[in-house]
């Protein structure tokens, strides 16, 4: 059965602070890895990643991918409160369940002023 | 770009009514769309697969019959719960990708409270 496994589950940090959240995977023929932020509604899509070690960058936020080890991050810098939210790691693999998004338990992180 | 949206945001029913949502790509064709439930504080639970044309894919342990599923054109599928229950109540979120396998988006979700 594919498993995507985040950490931590929750963190709270400072605005300013630097955060990395983990993201591990055990799934058949791995396609790609996606990470997500959820606020109160529905995800907002953050990035794709299909190689390993080309890092992905938007603004303070940036991931990586690393195939070997089976594992992806997320990185925010400096932190503001708007950042807050659940974070979410999902990953396609192929076969019967290509298309399908396994979705990990969330990072909930929360920025205080 | 990428733009989902679904409707209603929030719909309130008694028990054994029929609920419909809709789900629409404003920007985009989707071949594939997918419906997911979440609880508070859980993570998105997929229920079904639904491709444009075809009869959507269903979950184990989803009941085909009472989450009637329709993709009838490449930017809208809808989502039937019928005979809804108290038990049903969950927030409803649809997602839509270009292509299978591409990044999905999301719809800012349904809240169905069922009393």
């Known amino acids: 059965e594919d498993k995507v496994v985040q950490s931590p589950l929750s963190l709270v940090v400072h605005e300013g602070d630097t955060v990395t959240l983990n993201c591990s995977y055990e799934v058949t023929n791995f396609r790609s890895l996606l990470w997500y932020k959820q606020e109160k509604k529905a995800p907002t899509f953050l990035f794709m990643l299909?190689?390993?070690?080309i890092e992905k960058k938007s603004g303070r936020l940036s991931s990586i991918l690393d195939k070997k080890e089976l594992f992806s991050i997320l990185n925010i810098t400096a932190t503001q409160t708007g950042d807050s939210a659940v974070y979410l790691c999902?990953?396609?693999?192929?076969?019967?369940?290509?298309?399908?998004?396994?979705f990990g338990q969330g990072t909930i992180l929360t920025v205080h002023p | 770009g990428a733009v989902v949206s679904q409707h209603p945001s929030r719909v309130i029913c008694k028990s054994g009514t029929s609920v419909k949502i809709e789900c629409r790509s404003l920007?985009?064709?989707?071949?594939?769309m997918f419906w997911y439930r979440q609880f508070p504080k859980q993570s998105l639970m997929l229920m079904a697969t639904?491709?444009?044309?075809?009869?959507?894919?269903?979950e184990q342990g989803v009941e085909k019959d009472k989450f009637l599923i329709n993709h009838a054109s490449l930017t809208l599928s809808t989502l039937t719960v019928t005979s809804a229950h108290p038990e049903d109540s969950s927030f409803y979120i649809c997602?839509?990708?270009?292509?299978?396998?591409?990044?999905?988006?999301f719809g800012p979700g349904t809240r169905l409270l069922v009393l």
């Open positions: 639904s491709n444009e044309g075809s009869k959507a894919t269903y």
């Open positions: 999902a990953v396609y693999a192929g076969g019967t369940s290509y298309g399908k998004l396994t």
């Open positions: 920007d985009f064709q989707a071949t594939t």
């Open positions: 997602s839509a990708a270009q292509v299978r396998g591409l990044a999905q988006y």
């Open positions: 299909t190689s390993s070690g």
